[in-house]
């Protein structure tokens, strides 16, 4: 396959250097578009004002890759990627594998989700790929497991246009559950600003947020209950796939909102009341 990979760590990260060096070797046509430093928790952002630079890298991995490092955001290197510097379009765009947990609502903020989501707004599929820990550096199990993801795709492609959302726990190969499809769970953060003064002796201010992971899930109305949350199943050492969207639509709240009748006429819009 020809592939597109690229990051929120930079460049240089650990995560995706493992995994466009272990689908290299596998025989798959990679490029790489990231970041030149990390931007993790860009979200989907684009940059508008400012020229985007992108400068070949050598010697950071598999011989066969060819890499480049971009000054925009993860959203940009998949546009650059596709629009500029790829000579046909990718058959799909990867992301990571980040170093961290997107889990649940951690998919609103994340620089790797929104990289592989940028392929699919182009209408190409996405995989983000994530290992759920800061501190674990083991990340071949993680490309292992892309690596026969790719493979099983290769056979059956996916049956529409969407983005595969993987989380994969920080644990040895032969220690992983087995491999859960997911819906998507709920992961707030407890946001705690701490005040700070710098050396000239002006204020500023650092967030040191926690995870509140112990949420109970919300009932889907669409969705079987039996079916497993990201963040349950990775609590129980599986593997994740969570199918994503880019229509956030809420579909019950549409219908419910349909209940409220005409509300042109409600509210006398289009009409010239007197």
Not at 123 to 140: E, K, M, V, Y
Not at 227 to 241: C, F, H, M, P, S
Request: aromatic fraction near 8%.
């Amino acid at each position: 396959m020809k592939l597109l990979i690229s990051n929120d760590d930079g460049i240089f990260a650990l995560g995706i250097r493992t995994l466009a060096n272990t689908l290299a070797e596998a025989g798959h046509d990679v490029s790489v578009v990231c970041p030149d430093r990390e931007r993790s928790a860009t979200g989907h952002g684009l940059t508008l004002h400012d020229p985007i630079r992108a400068e070949v890298v050598e010697s950071v991995f598999h011989p066969s890759v060819k890499a480049w490092a971009s000054s925009g955001t993860p959203s940009d290197c998949v546009k650059l990627g596709i629009w500029a510097l790829l000579d046909s379009p990718p058959d799909y765009v990867l992301s990571g594998i980040n170093h961290g947990a997107n889990l649940g609502t951690d998919i609103l903020y994340s620089g790797t989700v929104s990289a592989a989501m940028e392929g699919v707004i182009e209408g190409i599929p996405g995989i983000a790929f994530s290992l759920t820990s800061f501190t674990h550096r083991d990340f071949q199990p993680a490309a292992t497991f892309a690596k026969l993801l790719l493979d099983r795709l290769a056979k059956k492609t996916l049956p529409q246009l969407m983005l595969l959302n993987v989380n994969v726990p920080p644990i040895e190969w032969e220690e992983i559950a087995g491999v859960a499809i997911t819906r998507q769970g709920i992961r707030r953060y407890i946001d705690v600003f701490e005040k700070r003064l710098d050396p000239r002796g002006k204020t500023y201010y650092w967030l040191t947020g926690e995870v509140q992971e112990e949420i109970e899930p919300q009932t889907h109305p669409f969705l079987p209950p039996e079916i497993l949350t990201d963040v349950e199943a990775i609590r129980k050492n599986y593997i994740t796939i969570t199918p994503l969207q880019y229509d956030l639509t809420y579909g019950s709240g549409l219908q419910d909102l349909q209940q409220w009748g005409n509300l042109t006429n409600d509210w006398e819009l289009g009409n010239n009341p007197s």
